[in-house]
């Protein structure tokens, strides 16, 4: 049984965790990409496809830690340092996702769609010739932008590749803890 928990473990991890951590890497360049292009559509697009990814396979995520529970169990290794630091790592890491990557590209997701939607305006006015003050599509962007919440800028993507590569690294971090297990009596 220990075998079958901890291939079903190390799978879910594989297919859980690393779309997290590759969409979740991704985002930022992307964000960057869109907000400096308000009217490229496929930059909105792939920021929503890349969004998505990160919600889904965090929630398929909760399996890691329930399967690695049930694998330490019949493993009898519970109490083990380098699982516990494994456990803590695991809940940091996803207190990380949870509450500054996932937010935060939402937030990026909504100044970037505002901003296109700012755009749009401002080439509809444009191109029916009516005279109405909209401002440039720059300054129309970063007002969508504040609306949100947010300013549109490239330090906000910034800060979310920071908080994407914490996550990352407290990641990597487990991954090492789980193949090393420092002081196991189980064997490497």
Known sequence: MTKFFLVLHVLAAIVAVGPVTVAASMFPPGARRALA?????????????????????????????????????????????WLIASMALTGIAAAVLLALVLPRQEELLEAVEAAAGADAT??????????????????????????????????????????????????????????????????A
């Not at 292009?37 to 890349?50: I, K, V």
């Not at 909760?62 to 694998?71: C, D, F, R, Y």
């Open 37 to 81: 292009d308000p009217g490229d559509q496929r930059a909105a697009e792939t920021l929503r496809l890349l969004h998505r990814i990160c919600r889904v396979y965090a929630g398929l995520g909760i399996a890691v830690p329930v399967l690695g529970l049930a694998t330490a169990m019949s493993m009898g290794v519970l109490g083990d340092a």
């Open 122 to 187: 401002t080439e509809v006015t444009a191109t029916t010739g009516t005279t109405v003050t909209t401002g440039t599509t720059g300054a129309g962007a970063a007002g969508a932008g504040a609306a949100t919440g947010i300013a549109a800028n490239p330090r906000a993507t910034v800060r979310l590749a920071m908080f994407t590569g914490i996550f990352n690294l407290l990641w990597a971090t487990v991954t090492i803890l789980m193949i090393v297990r420092p002081g196991s009596t189980t064997g």
